[in-house]
Structure formats: C-alpha cells, structure tokens
C-alpha cells in the first residue's frame, strides 16, 4: 500500500461506522416522531409514534363549495397526525409499518404487549378525545375505543397492570357546561384524569384529580399490593409542583403528597423498584434556569427514602427509567445548549451515581422519548430525529449497549466482544486499555497518551502498538468474514491557546488526523505484504478533533483526551 496522501486521509470519514450501529431514521413525509417502544416476543422491537397523512377532500368533485363552513370543516380536516407502528428485526430492518387510518386524526403515545403478541397502544385525537386501540401480531385493528369527557383530554402513559388490564394517565380540562356538576367534571383548571380497562378492553372505571390549580397527570406504577401510585404535575401561578398520589385498585385516593421547590419541576417517568420502593424521574431548573435531572425514590408510605439531583453542564432532562436486574437504571432523554438539542443516554448505578453518559444527534433538534430493556440487556430507544437541511421532525430507533455506545447491528458483536476481553485481558486489567461493547478500544494509560501538540510516536507507545497490533490483527483476520472495517479515530483535547474558534478547531482537526495517520502507518508498515494487502481492504482513519474529548465528572481530562481509539465495524451480511 502507497502511503496515503494527507489530502485523502483528511476526507476519510467515519461514515463506514454509521451503516453498521444500529440507529435508524425513518424519513415520512413530513413531521413524523415516535413516543414509545417495546419487545416483541420474536425478539423483534416495536415503537409507535405517529406520521402524517393526507385525506382526499369529500368534496373533490365539486367546484364550490356550498358554504364557509362546509369549506372550514373540509380544510380542518384534509391533513393531519396519525398512529403509526414500525417493527425492526435484529439487523434494523423495517418488518412492520402500519398506519391506522381512524376517521379522526390522532397520535399514539404509549404501548403494552398483549400476551398473544399483539398490542395495546394509547393516544389522543387531536380535539382531545382518549382511545384505546387493540391490535393483533400484525397490527390488525381488534378493537378500537374513544373515551374521555366532553372537554379536551390527552394521553400521557399506558400502563399494565398485572391483571392483564392497562391503565390510561392522562389530563382532562374542565368542564365550561354549567350544568355539569363540580365534582364530577373537575376542581380545577385541569386534571389529572385516570381510566382502567379490563384485560378484554372493558371500562372499569373512569375518574379525575386535582386541585383548584392545573394539575396534569403524567404516569403511573402498580404496586405490590394493587394499588396504583400516580406521577403528576401541579402548577400554581407560575410554579409547577410535584405530585404522587397513591390510589385503590377501584381509584379511591388513599394518600397524596405534594413536593414543592423554589424552582420549576417538570416529572416525567415513574417506576416500581425490585425493592418496591418508587423511582420518579423530573427536570427541576437550578438558579440560572436551566434545567437539571432530579431523582426521588420513596415507599409506599411516601417515606422520601432518597432524592438526589444529577448535575449537567447543559439543561437536561430523562424522559423514560428502567431498572436492570442488578439493580442499576438506564435513561433516555434530552440535552440542550444555545444552538440545538441531543439526545441524551445514562447509565446510573442503584444509589444513582453517574456509570457513563453520552449524547446523540445532529445539527438541529434530537430527542429519545422512550426506552425498553431487551433479552440480552441491550436497550432500545425510540425518539425524534431532524435532519440538517430539513426542518420536520423523523422517527428515529436505536439500539444501545449498557456503557452509552451504540449497539452494532450484528448479534455476532456480543461473541466477538467477550473474545476481546479475553484476548486483552492482561493488558485491561493493568489499566493499558478499555474495550466497550461497541467494540471501541481506547488506550488509557498514561505514557500511551500524545503530549499537547505533539503527534509523533514515542518508542513506548511504538512498543506497545507491536504487542497490541499483533494480538488485534490475529483476531480480526480469524473473524475477517464478519469484520468490515478497522477504524482508527485521532483524538484531541479542546486547548490551543491564542487563537480564535476557528483556528482552535481546524489545528485540533488537523493534530487529530495526524495522530490516527501516524497510528495507522506505523502499524501498516510492521506488516507482511499478504497482511498489508488484506489490511488495506478494512483499515480506515479519521480525525475527530476534540468531539469526543473525555469528560469525568462533567469537567474535561484533557490528558487524556489527547489519544487514539480503535472500533471495529461488523459487516451487515452476517
């Protein structure tokens, strides 16, 4: 192999890398999005949303119309939201996609397996009417119900129960009839409004909650005992409170509480531990309004058992928990600055202290709204994604490892990650280097770090790159039929002093490239010409610049930001 001209390795990108993570965008006509997702039981995933659809006019064949209104109501009613599901196998490919055609527009917000693998999906019409939707194992409408008052109601959580039955959360306005009775209509400007149906889809019962102030219903969690404790929202003026609420299995209140903050609290997940205590998952904004992440975990007895607030460097928030088998949680949710929002993805161990956090997305707006624990403790999320020359929003599904990567589409990636820790055991274990489970390598030792501008190798990171070279090449040519590329990433910290952003980034650029070339060459050269001629077909460099610098504690190392990591991308055909 020619040596590589610096031209060429420059425009080298880490697009190889992107076909094999499985991160799936589904690109509808105009705005699309998807609110949650689960497993199938054929190991598939499922994720409901909804995308927007196009009726044909009733009065196509006229010229005029008749009247304003008749054209009002014609117009109002043309376009508009409707429930969307998509299946993916294990390679991210679309199985299922399937909108339901309701005569009246609406968006899904939550689904629950039915033991015969089909679904219950919940959401509102877009005039606030609730509806229950039962589908089979090929998202056939079985049913489909319409509940709620004469006021305008949203969805906000379907849950299960473990009677086989689900419990709509949702927010019910008040009634302006004034011959509704109070009480029955509602005590406030909004509330929070609950119904439970039956395994077979049949109404048990229908109530609402609330104070004189707007209180929202957010989600719900069964306990051990039956009874159901309910996640909502309070606001008073201009502060917004949280709510819990512990309910009978018929609805009666057995207690409230009520926690207020100097600042606004915005919840939006709540879960029964294996401990069965609670988990809550709200946003709460600090003294320079931005928002923060804040847990509360507390019992049946609404004893507070730990409220702890997880500092960010930008306003974050988790929209969706789940709790491990060792007890450990994983969230999903979003991350702003000044310019855009990511997706935001944390691991935390059972007291809530930080594993590993990580963002993703683009130029514009990405959230992940929902997540599910899947069989082999891989998690899937689903969300909205927006493209950089696009303004409309797309669904968006991926599929995570438990340290934030991003899983590989491959289900040979989780054989191939385990030979690596043993193959590399001796040189994990003396703190040399990490591997993650989507098959990162990173150096971490600190005479394998690049000093600050520097580029070159010394003889000790030459030294080990002939051990570690020879060990990783062995094991990617006995694999060579599911590799596709060896990937070798140049890393920076964000430092260079006396010049502006501009320069600050394209110097890092160009320092990044240099690092992965000066890698990437001296391996290449150690090699046989039969290895150099098969290397050639998989190895690829690039330069990240300080994108991914490392972050402990939200504050940048930047010793050790300035290295090199190698990834291994599976092939597709597997």
């Given at each position: 192999m020619k040596k590589i001209p610096l031209l060429l390795f420059i425009l080298l990108s880490t697009l190889a890398a992107n076909k094999a993570d499985f991160s799936l965008i589904i690109d509808k006509p105009f705005n699309d999005a998807l609110f949650d997702i689960t497993q199938d039981y054929d190991r598939q995933i499922s994720a409901v949303g909804y995308s927007k659809d196009f009726k044909e006019s009733k009065y196509k064949n006229s010229t005029t119309y008749t009247n304003a209104f008749d054209y009002l109501e014609d117009a109002h009613n043309l376009h508009g939201a409707q429930i969307h599901?998509?299946?993916?196998?294990?390679?991210?490919?679309?199985?299922?996609?399937?909108?339901?055609?309701?005569?009246?527009?609406?968006?899904?917000?939550?689904?629950?397996?039915?033991?015969?693998?089909?679904?219950?999906?919940?959401?509102?019409?877009?005039?606030?009417?609730?509806?229950?939707?039962?589908?089979?194992?090929?998202?056939?409408?079985?049913?489909?119900?319409?509940?709620?008052?004469?006021?305008?109601?949203?969805?906000?959580?379907?849950?299960?129960?473990?009677?086989?039955?689900?419990?709509?959360?949702?927010?019910?306005?008040?009634?302006?009839?004034?011959?509704?009775?109070?009480?029955?209509?509602?005590?406030?400007?909004?509330?929070?409004?609950?119904?439970?149906?039956?395994?077979?889809?049949?109404?048990?019962?229908?109530?609402?909650?609330?104070?004189?102030?707007?209180?929202?219903?957010?989600?719900?969690?069964?306990?051990?005992?039956?009874?159901?404790?309910?996640?909502?929202?309070?606001?008073?003026?201009?502060?917004?409170?949280?709510?819990?609420?512990?309910?009978?299995?018929?609805?009666?209140?057995?207690?409230?509480?009520?926690?207020?903050?100097?600042?606004?609290?915005?919840?939006?997940?709540?879960?029964?531990?294996?401990?069965?205590?609670?988990?809550?998952?709200?946003?709460?904004?600090?003294?320079?309004?931005?928002?923060?992440?804040?847990?509360?975990?507390?019992?049946?007895?609404?004893?507070?058992?730990?409220?702890?607030?997880?500092?960010?460097?930008?306003?974050?928030?988790?929209?969706?928990?789940?709790?491990?088998?060792?007890?450990?949680?994983?969230?999903?949710?979003?991350?702003?600055?000044?310019?855009?929002?990511?997706?935001?993805?944390?691991?935390?161990?059972?007291?809530?202290?930080?594993?590993?956090?990580?963002?993703?997305?683009?130029?514009?707006?990405?959230?992940?709204?929902?997540?599910d624990i899947l069989h082999d403790s891989k998690i899937a999320a689903a969300g909205i994604h927006t493209s950089p020359d696009s303004q409309e929003s797309n669904m968006w599904i991926m599929k995570l490892n438990q340290d934030c990567s991003i899983a590989q589409k491959s289900i040979k990636s989780n054989t191939l990650y385990n030979q690596l820790l043993t193959l590399f055991k001796h040189e994990i274990e003396t703190g040399k280097l990490s591997i993650r489970e989507d098959l990162r390598i990173e150096f971490r030792a600190e005479d394998l770090y690049f000093n600050v501008a520097e580029y070159k190798l010394t003889s000790i990171q030459e030294k080990f790159l002939n051990i570690f070279s020879a060990k990783l090449l062995q094991f990617l040519k006995a694999n060579e039929s599911y590799v596709d590329t060896l990937e070798i990433n140049g890393h920076t910290s964000s430092e260079w002093s006396g010049v502006n952003f501009t320069d600050n980034y394209l110097n890092n650029s160009k320092l990044s490239m240099n690092r992965a070339y000066a890698t990437l060459s001296y391996i290449f050269k150690q090699q046989s010409m039969q290895t150099k001629i098969w290397l050639s077909s998989i190895i690829k460099g690039s330069g990240l610049s300080y994108s991914k610098k490392v972050m402990i504690d939200n504050k940048e190392d930047k010793e050790k930001s300035r290295r090199v990591s190698f990834k291994i991308i599976l092939g597709e055909k597997l």
């Amino acid at each position: 192999m020619k040596k590589i001209p610096l031209l060429l390795f420059i425009l080298l990108s880490t697009l190889a890398a992107n076909k094999a993570d499985f991160s799936l965008i589904i690109d509808k006509p105009f705005n699309d999005a998807l609110f949650d997702i689960t497993q199938d039981y054929d190991r598939q995933i499922s994720a409901v949303g909804y995308s927007k659809d196009f009726k044909e006019s009733k009065y196509k064949n006229s010229t005029t119309y008749t009247n304003a209104f008749d054209y009002l109501e014609d117009a109002h009613n043309l376009h508009g939201a409707q429930i969307h599901l998509t299946k993916l196998n294990s390679a991210a490919d679309i199985t299922l996609s399937k909108i339901q055609n309701l005569p009246r527009f609406n968006e899904a917000v939550s689904v629950i397996k039915t033991p015969s693998n089909g679904y219950y999906i919940g959401g509102h019409s877009v005039d606030g009417s609730l509806m229950l939707l039962k589908l089979d194992s090929n998202a056939n409408t079985l049913f489909t119900k319409e509940f709620g008052t004469k006021n305008y109601d949203t969805m906000h959580h379907l849950v299960a129960l473990r009677d086989g039955g689900v419990l709509a959360v949702g927010t019910s306005n008040t009634t302006r009839d004034s011959s509704d009775k109070l009480f029955q209509t509602g005590l406030g400007l909004s509330d929070i409004y609950l119904s439970r149906f039956s395994k077979n889809g049949d109404m048990l019962w229908s109530k609402k909650y609330g104070t004189h102030n707007d209180d929202i219903g957010i989600d719900a969690a069964e306990a051990i005992d039956g009874s159901l404790v309910v996640l909502g929202s309070t606001k008073k003026n201009t502060d917004k409170n949280l709510t819990l609420m512990r309910i009978t299995e018929d609805g009666d209140k057995i207690w409230t509480q009520e926690i207020q903050s100097d600042q606004a609290i915005l919840p939006h997940k709540i879960i029964r531990l294996r401990d069965n205590s609670f988990l809550v998952s709200m946003s709460q904004t600090n003294e320079v309004e931005k928002e923060q992440i804040r847990f509360i975990k507390f019992d049946l007895q609404k004893n507070i058992l730990l409220d702890k607030e997880i500092a960010t460097a930008y306003a974050s928030g988790l929209k969706d928990i789940e709790e491990f088998s060792d007890s450990s949680i994983f969230a999903v949710g979003y991350v702003q600055d000044t310019y855009n929002t990511d997706a935001l993805v944390m691991h935390l161990d059972s007291n809530l202290n930080l594993l590993c956090q990580e963002h993703y997305g683009g130029e514009n707006f990405d959230m992940l709204n929902a997540l599910d624990i899947l069989h082999d403790s891989k998690i899937a999320a689903a969300g909205i994604h927006t493209s950089p020359d696009s303004q409309e929003s797309n669904m968006w599904i991926m599929k995570l490892n438990q340290d934030c990567s991003i899983a590989q589409k491959s289900i040979k990636s989780n054989t191939l990650y385990n030979q690596l820790l043993t193959l590399f055991k001796h040189e994990i274990e003396t703190g040399k280097l990490s591997i993650r489970e989507d098959l990162r390598i990173e150096f971490r030792a600190e005479d394998l770090y690049f000093n600050v501008a520097e580029y070159k190798l010394t003889s000790i990171q030459e030294k080990f790159l002939n051990i570690f070279s020879a060990k990783l090449l062995q094991f990617l040519k006995a694999n060579e039929s599911y590799v596709d590329t060896l990937e070798i990433n140049g890393h920076t910290s964000s430092e260079w002093s006396g010049v502006n952003f501009t320069d600050n980034y394209l110097n890092n650029s160009k320092l990044s490239m240099n690092r992965a070339y000066a890698t990437l060459s001296y391996i290449f050269k150690q090699q046989s010409m039969q290895t150099k001629i098969w290397l050639s077909s998989i190895i690829k460099g690039s330069g990240l610049s300080y994108s991914k610098k490392v972050m402990i504690d939200n504050k940048e190392d930047k010793e050790k930001s300035r290295r090199v990591s190698f990834k291994i991308i599976l092939g597709e055909k597997l």
